[in-house]
């Protein structure tokens, strides 16, 4: 028996989007729209775009996800808790790590593609 999986195409048939903003205890700078728009979440996995405003706020990951993402349009700053600083922009790419404490700041409006991975078990 054969079994045909999708290929799922970024930028294809948007799908609805969902918009928030950083919770207000989190919140630096700013007050930015956050926008997501999540083309495929299946076993653990959830990829699409991203796009939000200029602003920052206080970030921890869970310690069972991890975030690749690159950016499409704009900049980005993440600073760690350390004080390590790494600036993005268009064509850059990131890996933010299971249990990341740090900032997240939009330099310039951003869009970005993002693959977030959730480790079960």
Not at 36 to 45: D, S
Request: charged letters at 25%; proline letters at 7%; one cysteine or more.
């Amino acid at each position: 028996m054969s079994t045909s999986a999708h290929i799922v195409a970024l930028g294809g048939p948007q799908p609805e989007p969902v918009y928030d903003r950083p919770r207000p205890e989190r919140l630096v700078s700013g007050n930015p729209l956050r926008t997501t728009w999540e083309y495929y979440a299946q076993r653990g996995v959830s990829s699409g775009i991203w796009a939000c405003e200029v602003g920052s706020w206080n970030i921890r990951f869970a310690d069972d996800k991890d975030e690749f993402f690159c950016v499409i349009e704009g900049r980005v700053r993440l600073r760690n808790e350390t004080g390590e600083v790494l600036e993005l922009g268009p064509g850059e790419a990131a890996v933010i790590p299971c249990g990341f404490v740090g900032r997240f700041e939009v330099l310039e409006p951003v869009r970005k593609y993002f693959v977030v991975v959730e480790r079960g078990g």
